[in-house]
């Protein structure tokens, strides 16, 4: 997974192809929702077609947008995946010039310019992130907070009970190792980290 790549940064690339104008949009996402809400923001209504793409892990989905099928968001989507991207969002307007492209010039346009879009991007390797829990008690929790993020992880959820807490974290996978005798040390051997994947 480290070779997977997402954008640091939106941005932007314009072309011209045979007198029609084609803008390319992209963005890193997290979920299904920003990735429509980031389509939602930068679609220009006076534009022939909104075509657009998003990949985030095993999840992704594409969009015509009235251009024949499989002539937008699909090459869209291909570039995505071409370029090493995940965690992504690419959005092409197109305005019509007045020459038609016919189906292969369509998917090399769309194809090229979200390609060339990624291309000119800042970008930064994605991490292989594990999901991992541990519990705590309210004396070490503050502690364990702090010290949590010097190993890069996150605290995604906390969970309350009598005895203390327990946090659900995100960690990147490099550094569990790191994290579990961490937080043995803090808890004298008594906290354990339970990582969701592992027997």
Same mark, same amino acid.
């Given at each position: 997974?480290?070779?997977?790549?997402?954008?640091? $940064?939106?941005?932007?690339?314009?072309?011209? @192809?045979?007198?029609?104008?084609?803008?390319?949009?992209?963005?890193?996402?997290?979920? $299904?929702?920003?990735?429509?809400?980031?389509?939602?923001?930068?679609?220009?209504?006076?534009?022939?077609?909104?075509? +657009? $793409?998003?990949? *985030?892990?095993?999840?992704?989905?594409?969009?015509? &947008?009235?251009?024949?099928?499989?002539?937008?968001?699909?090459? *869209?989507? !291909?570039? *995505?995946?071409? !370029?090493?991207? &995940?965690?992504?969002?690419?959005?092409? @307007?197109? +305005?019509?010039?007045?020459?038609?492209?016919?189906?292969?010039?369509?998917?090399?346009?769309?194809?090229?310019?979200?390609?060339?879009?990624?291309?000119?991007?800042?970008?930064?390797?994605?991490? &292989?992130?594990?999901?991992?829990?541990?519990?705590?008690?309210?004396?070490?929790?503050?502690?364990?907070?702090?010290? *949590?993020?010097? !190993?890069?992880?996150?605290?995604?959820?906390?969970?309350?009970?009598? !005895?203390?807490?327990?946090?659900?974290?995100?960690?990147?996978?490099?550094?569990?190792?790191?994290?579990?005798?961490?937080?043995? &040390?803090?808890?004298?051997?008594?906290?354990?980290?339970?990582?969701?994947?592992?027997?």
């Amino acid at each position: 997974m480290s070779s997977l790549f997402t954008l640091e $940064a939106p941005c932007s690339y314009r072309e011209e @192809v045979r007198k029609s104008r084609f803008v390319a949009h992209a963005a890193a996402v997290a979920s $299904a929702d920003e990735a429509l809400a980031f389509f939602a923001r930068h679609a220009d209504p006076t534009a022939t077609h909104n075509c +657009w $793409a998003y990949r *985030i892990g095993a999840t992704y989905r594409f969009n015509d &947008d009235g251009e024949p099928g499989g002539t937008a968001g699909r090459p *869209i989507l !291909q570039a *995505i995946d071409g !370029q090493s991207c &995940d965690r992504v969002a690419v959005l092409v @307007v197109r +305005w019509f010039g007045g020459t038609l492209l016919g189906a292969g010039g369509l998917v090399r346009a769309y194809g090229g310019c979200a390609a060339n879009c990624l291309r000119l991007g800042r970008r930064v390797p994605l991490l &292989d992130l594990a999901e991992a829990e541990v519990a705590c008690t309210f004396a070490e929790l503050p502690l364990f907070k702090a010290r *949590i993020k010097e !190993q890069g992880a996150e605290v995604l959820e906390e969970r309350f009970d009598e !005895q203390g807490a327990t946090l659900a974290l995100s960690v990147p996978r490099p550094r569990l190792a790191a994290l579990r005798a961490m937080l043995s &040390d803090l808890s004298r051997g008594r906290a354990v980290l339970a990582v969701r994947d592992e027997p």
